[in-house]
Structures are given as C-alpha cells and as structure tokens.
C-alpha cells in the first residue's frame, strides 16, 4: 500500500492566520493551472477526489492541506499563471503563497509540476527563484508524459535537469497521470522528505482541523 494513500483532507486557508500549527514535516505541490497537479496528487495518494480540479484556471485561492498522519502532510498550492484574474486577487495569492513557501518551519520539500510540453516557463523559473533562499529541495514532475513519444521526453527530461544543474537540491522526473509513468519514483521521493518508509504506521486516523469551506485544487 502507497504510504501516501493514507491522505486526508483536514484544513483549507485563504489567509496565512488560517494555517495550521507550523509543527511535523509537510511537503508542497505547486504548478501552472494547467499542469495537471491536482491529477498528479490524486494518483500519488491512489485516490480519485483528493484533490479537486476545477475548469476555471485561477479560481482557486485556498491552501488546502491533508494529513498523512504521525505530524505528516501533504499541501496543495493554489495553480499559478493564470491570466484573467484581477490583480487585487493575485497579489493576494502571491502573498499567501509567498509566506507559506518562505517562512513554513514544517516545509521540507516542494514538488513543481510542469507540462512536459512546455517546461521552465518563466513563471516557472520565477517560483524556482523564489524558494531557492530557503535552500530546501525542489522536484520537479513533467506531468502529461504520454502526450509524447518516447525520444521527445527523454530529450525534455535532458532539457530540464540541464537547466536545474546549478539548483542545489533539485531533480526531475517524467511523470504522467493517465499512464501512471514515475510513480514510484515520485513516491519515493516524497517518503524520503517526509521521513516514512512502506511500514507506515496506521494505528491512528489523522485529526480533522477545520476546514469547513474547502475549495477545489486546480489541475
């Protein structure tokens, strides 16, 4: 059994006052609106709904967090580049994005979703920036592999850890939802951050912390 598939839903924040105690060891997932990081952490913790998609890019300004358990969690980030969301509403995310990236004790790793097809966007690369004072590791999934041939992502996947090489911390893989292409290597990399291994212990459900107005992750 997936040591992640023990994720549960327990607390959503639109202000940095809403977050959850910063204690434990927490891992974060953040992407364009269109990389498909809601499917990605869906399929990580082999469930269907985790994670909500939403159809609108940008509509989303939610923190959503879910418990692994034993002080464990997983942390998705609200999409970014999107283009028809008033200004006042991005300098907002970008703030709470922002403060959570830069100042969260508990963050231990921050996963980049990036369409295989278009990597290292600058948005992309502006992100990369942005957390790289903190000096905490960066993986970065090339979501939607299957929508290339074979030769086409081993040459993306070259591209992209050329670009990476002067990033302490920072790796790459190809990863693909539908097909479930890298998952066990996602996985690992997650585990290994988070500090659990394949005996995880279940002996207690994760407590639910509010939350209440739980919004959709964007994909």
């Given amino acids: 059994m ?15 006052r809403e977050f959850p105690p910063d204690t434990g060891r927490e891992v974060a997932f953040a992407g364009r609106s269109n990389a498909g990081k809601s499917s990605a952490i869906n399929v990580l913790a082999r469930q269907t709904r985790l994670a909500f998609t939403s159809k609108t890019p940008g509509r989303t300004q939610l923190v959503n967090f879910f418990a692994l358990g ?15 969301v008033p200004e006042r509403e991005r300098s907002q995310w970008d703030r709470l994005i922002g403060t959570y990236l830069l100042h969260r004790e508990a963050l231990c790793g921050l996963v980049v979703m990036m369409d295989v097809r278009h990597p290292m966007t600058p948005l992309d690369v502006q992100l ?4 790289a004072p903190t000096a905490k590791p960066v993986h970065v999934l090339l979501t939607k592999a299957d929508k290339l041939s074979r030769q086409q992502q081993v040459r993306q996947l070259a591209s992209v850890r050329a670009s990476l090489a002067g990033r302490a911390g920072a790796s790459a893989q190809l990863f693909s939802s539908l097909k479930r292409t890298g998952l066990d290597e996602a996985e690992a990399v997650l585990a290994g951050w988070l500090d659990i291994g394949a005996a995880y212990d279940e002996k207690e459900e994760p407590p639910v912390r509010g939350g209440a107005d739980r919004g959709s992750s964007l994909a």
């Fill in 128 to 131: 990369l920036d942005w957390f």
């Fill in 2 to 16: 997936s040591v992640l598939a023990r994720a549960r839903y327990v607390a959503s924040a639109h202000d940095v």
């Fill in 70 to 84: 034993d002080a464990r969690f997983l942390v998705d980030l609200p999409g970014y580049g999107f283009a028809k």
